[in-house]
């Protein structure tokens, strides 16, 4: 049995960039604020394939960052499961950062860490490239560790 908060996934998004390189490394702080059955087969409440999940986080500074401190709220993400197992999904995430969005996909495994792939963002984040990490910060709870690493154009 999965349950709803095993499946929150907060992702992140930016930093200051590296030196002469287009990259940059963004660290966030994930609080699960909403988690929903958009689409919720039998059994009711556990992820079986067919089901639709939404859920919502906050973000916060794990470290200074878009000129902001270590602690500052700095935006919110969204992201989409698709349940294709027990065990995996198929999700989209939308994070919202200080000068723009973020925009992953991946086939994500439900527990502590799960990888996306980031397709591109808008503002500052236009036509970014990289890899998201969410690793869970607790067995239980909602709160997780985000790490972007982006290319930009």
Do not use: C
């Amino acid at each position: 049995m999965v349950a709803l908060s095993v499946l929150f996934v907060a992702l992140p998004v930016q930093a200051a960039p590296h030196a002469g390189t287009g990259t940059i490394t963004v660290r966030l702080i994930s609080t699960a604020e909403d988690g929903k059955w958009l689409i919720d087969r039998s059994p009711k409440h556990e992820a079986s394939k067919g089901d639709v999940i939404s859920s919502s986080s906050l973000l916060r500074n794990q470290v200074t960052q878009f000129g902001r401190p270590k602690g500052a709220l700095v935006g919110s993400d969204r992201v989409i499961f698709r349940v294709v197992t027990t065990s995996q999904a198929d999700a989209r995430l939308d994070t919202s950062l200080p000068g723009g969005t973020l925009r992953a996909t991946g086939r994500v495994r439900f527990g502590p860490l799960q990888t996306y792939t980031v397709t591109g963002g808008t503002g500052k984040f236009a036509h970014a490239v990289g890899t998201s990490e969410s690793r869970a910060l607790a067995q239980h709870g909602n709160r997780r560790l985000e790490v972007y690493r982006l290319r930009l154009p």
